[in-house]
C-alpha cells in the first residue's frame, strides 16, 4: 500500500508538470489502454512451430541462445503468453505463424491448410480477451530454398502462391469470428547468397505471385508486405526489397510492414512513417532491435524506437499504425524477454504521447528554433515514467523492477520444470 501510495503521489507530480506544458496526462493514460500491441507467438520457442515434422530454422532467419525451459507445445506456448500478458498492463493482441497451428500429430502440407488448424486459438483467443493476427509461413520447409514466391520453377512457386491464398483466408476467417480484422503479413525470405544475374526476373515472378494472391478480397482482413535488407546466407540480394515493397503497396493501396531489423544499421525507420503514409492506407510495425544485423534482440527503449514512436504521434498516424513486436531471443528466460519489450514499447509511446507536440510545431512554423529545441529537450527530462508506472497501477500489474521475482516465480514453477 505505501508503495501505491507513494506512485501516486509521484504521478500527481508528474500530471501538474505536464499540465504546464498543456499536456493532458490523464488523456495520455486513456490512449495508452487503447495502445494494442500484438505480440509474437514465436518468442515462446525460438520460431519452432508445431507441425509435426518439424524442420530446422531456415529463410536466412536463427534464433541464438539455448535458454531452458522454452515452450514444447500449443498448451505450454499458451501458458507462456498468457503469463507474460499478465504483466504488461494494457490489452493486447497475438500474432500467429501458421506453422503454429493444431497439428495434432497429423501432416498437413503448408499448400493444404485450412482454418480447422485454428479453430482452437479463435476459441482460446475469445476465452482471454485477445484478438489474433496472422502470417504466412515461407520458411523452414523442404520447398522453401532459396526462392518461393519468386522462384522460377512454376510447381514450387504455385505451391507458395496457394499456401499464402489460404493464409489469407484463414485471416479473414480469423477476423470474422473475432469480429475484428485480423492483420495478415506476407513476408519471405526469397534471395541470393551471391551474385545474380537475374533480379528482374525474380521480382517480376514475385510481382505476378502477388498479383494471384491478392485477387480475391476479404472484409475482415487486412494484408501487408514486409521488406528486408538481407538474411543469412542470403546476403547479396533480397527479391522482396523495401523499393520492390513499396512501389507494389504504392501502386496496390495496400499496407506494408516496417520491420526495424530490415534496414541498413545507419537507416532511420521513423523517418519512413511520413513518407509512407502519403501511398499507403496504414503501417504495421515489426518493432525489434537489431544488433550489426537483424539479430532480433529483445525490444528496448532505446533511440531508434522511441523516435518511431515519437515520428507516429508527430504525424497524427496513431489509427493508421498497427504495433506488432518481432524478436526471438533463446539467450534469456522468454516470458522475461515478452515482458521487457512489451513494456519497452510503451514506454516509448507513454513518451510519445507525453510530447508538447502542438507547441514545438507551432514553434517551428514560425521559425522560432531555439524555443523548439528548449522545449524538446524539457522533455526529456520531465518524470514521464511516473506516468507509467500510475498506468501500470491502475492495470494492476507489477511496477518497475517487481516483475522480476514474478517471472522467477514462474521460472521455478514452470518452465525450469520442463527439462
Given at each position: 500500500?505505501?508503495?501505491?501510495?507513494?506512485?501516486?503521489?509521484?504521478?500527481?507530480?508528474?500530471?501538474?508538470?505536464?499540465?504546464?506544458?498543456?499536456?493532458?496526462?490523464?488523456?495520455?493514460?486513456?490512449?495508452?489502454?487503447n495502445f494494442h500491441l500484438s505480440m509474437h507467438c514465436w518468442q515462446a520457442d525460438d520460431v519452432t512451430g508445431f507441425e509435426p515434422?518439424?524442420?530446422?530454422?531456415?529463410?536466412?532467419?536463427?534464433?541464438?541462445?539455448n535458454y531452458p525451459g522454452k515452450a514444447r507445445n500449443i498448451d505450454e506456448l499458451r501458458q507462456d503468453i498468457l503469463k507474460a500478458?499478465?504483466?504488461?498492463?494494457?490489452?493486447?493482441?497475438?500474432?500467429?505463424?501458421?506453422?503454429?497451428?493444431?497439428?495434432?500429430?497429423?501432416?498437413?502440407?503448408?499448400?493444404?491448410?485450412?482454418?480447422?488448424?485454428?479453430?482452437?486459438?479463435?476459441?482460446?483467443?475469445?476465452?482471454?480477451?485477445?484478438?489474433?493476427?496472422?502470417?504466412?509461413?515461407?520458411?523452414?520447409?523442404?520447398?522453401?530454398?532459396?526462392?518461393?514466391?519468386?522462384?522460377?520453377?512454376?510447381?514450387?512457386?504455385?505451391?507458395?502462391?496457394?499456401?499464402?491464398?489460404?493464409?489469407?483466408?484463414?485471416?479473414?476467417?480469423?477476423?470474422?469470428?473475432?469480429?475484428?480484422?485480423?492483420?495478415?503479413?506476407?513476408?519471405?525470405?526469397?534471395?541470393?547468397?551471391?551474385?545474380?544475374?537475374?533480379?528482374?526476373?525474380?521480382?517480376?515472378?514475385?510481382?505476378?505471385?502477388?498479383?494471384?494472391?491478392?485477387?480475391?478480397?476479404?472484409?475482415?482482413?487486412?494484408?501487408?508486405?514486409?521488406?528486408?535488407?538481407?538474411?543469412?546466407?542470403?546476403?547479396?540480394?533480397?527479391?522482396?526489397?523495401?523499393?520492390?515493397?513499396?512501389?507494389?503497396?504504392?501502386?496496390?493501396?495496400?499496407?506494408?510492414?516496417?520491420?526495424?531489423?530490415?534496414?541498413?544499421?545507419?537507416?532511420?525507420?521513423?523517418?519512413?512513417?511520413?513518407?509512407?503514409?502519403?501511398?499507403?492506407?496504414?503501417?504495421?510495425?515489426?518493432?525489434?532491435?537489431?544488433?550489426?544485423?537483424?539479430?532480433?534482440?529483445?525490444?528496448?527503449?532505446?533511440?531508434?524506437?522511441?523516435?518511431?514512436?515519437?515520428?507516429?504521434?508527430?504525424?497524427?498516424?496513431?489509427?493508421?499504425?498497427?504495433?506488432?513486436?518481432?524478436?526471438?531471443?533463446?539467450?534469456?528466460?522468454?516470458?522475461?524477454?515478452?515482458?521487457?519489450?512489451?513494456?519497452?514499447?510503451?514506454?516509448?509511446?507513454?513518451?510519445?504521447?507525453?510530447?508538447?507536440?502542438?507547441?514545438?510545431?507551432?514553434?517551428?512554423?514560425?521559425?522560432?528554433?531555439?524555443?523548439?529545441?528548449?522545449?524538446?529537450?524539457?522533455?526529456?527530462?520531465?518524470?514521464?515514467?511516473a506516468v507509467y508506472d500510475e498506468f501500470c497501477v491502475r492495470e494492476n500489474v507489477p511496477v518497475g523492477l517487481d516483475i522480476i521475482?514474478?517471472?522467477?516465480?514462474?521460472?521455478?514453477?514452470?518452465?525450469?520444470?520442463?527439462?
Open positions: 500500500m505505501l508503495k501505491e501510495l507513494t506512485i501516486h503521489a509521484a504521478y500527481a507530480i508528474a500530471k501538474e508538470r505536464y499540465a504546464q506544458l498543456g499536456i493532458d496526462t490523464e488523456a495520455v493514460l486513456e490512449q495508452l489502454k515434422a518439424q524442420n530446422a530454422l531456415s529463410g536466412g532467419i536463427q534464433s541464438t541462445g500478458k499478465s504483466l504488461i498492463p494494457g490489452t493486447h493482441r497475438l500474432n500467429l505463424h501458421e506453422i503454429y497451428g493444431e497439428f495434432n500429430g497429423k501432416f498437413v502440407d503448408r499448400n493444404e491448410c485450412t482454418i480447422d488448424l485454428f479453430r482452437g486459438w479463435i476459441q482460446w483467443a475469445a476465452e482471454h480477451n485477445t484478438k489474433l493476427d496472422f502470417n504466412s509461413t515461407s520458411f523452414s520447409h523442404p520447398k522453401s530454398g532459396n526462392l518461393t514466391l519468386a522462384n522460377p520453377n512454376e510447381e514450387i512457386r504455385q505451391f507458395w502462391i496457394e499456401h499464402t491464398r489460404r493464409c489469407r483466408a484463414i485471416a479473414n476467417e480469423i477476423g470474422e469470428a473475432q469480429q475484428d480484422p485480423c492483420c495478415i503479413n506476407i513476408w519471405i525470405h526469397d534471395g541470393s547468397k551471391d551474385f545474380t544475374v537475374n533480379r528482374l526476373l525474380y521480382r517480376s515472378l514475385l510481382k505476378d505471385s502477388l498479383d494471384k494472391i491478392l485477387e480475391t478480397k476479404y472484409r475482415w482482413e487486412k494484408p501487408s508486405v514486409e521488406s528486408k535488407l538481407f538474411g543469412i546466407g542470403l546476403e547479396t540480394m533480397t527479391v522482396g526489397s523495401n523499393d520492390f515493397y513499396t512501389a507494389y503497396a504504392s501502386r496496390n493501396n495496400l499496407m506494408i510492414t516496417l520491420d526495424t531489423g530490415h534496414f541498413h544499421p545507419t537507416e532511420s525507420v521513423a523517418d519512413k512513417v511520413s513518407s509512407m503514409l502519403l501511398f499507403v492506407p496504414e503501417l504495421m510495425l515489426h518493432v525489434s532491435r537489431p544488433v550489426r544485423w537483424d539479430s532480433d534482440h529483445v525490444t528496448l527503449m532505446d533511440d531508434p524506437t522511441l523516435e518511431l514512436f515519437q515520428e507516429i504521434v508527430r504525424a497524427d498516424a496513431l489509427n493508421r499504425v498497427h504495433y506488432g513486436l518481432d524478436y526471438f531471443d533463446g539467450s534469456i528466460n522468454r516470458i522475461g524477454a515478452y515482458v521487457i519489450g512489451s513494456r519497452a514499447a510503451q514506454r516509448c509511446m507513454t513518451r510519445a504521447l507525453l510530447e508538447p507536440v502542438q507547441t514545438v510545431r507551432d514553434y517551428e512554423l514560425k521559425d522560432k528554433g531555439f524555443q523548439k529545441l528548449a522545449y524538446i529537450e524539457e522533455e526529456k527530462s520531465l518524470p514521464w515514467s521475482p514474478e517471472i522467477e516465480q514462474y521460472e521455478r514453477d514452470v518452465t525450469a520444470l520442463r527439462g
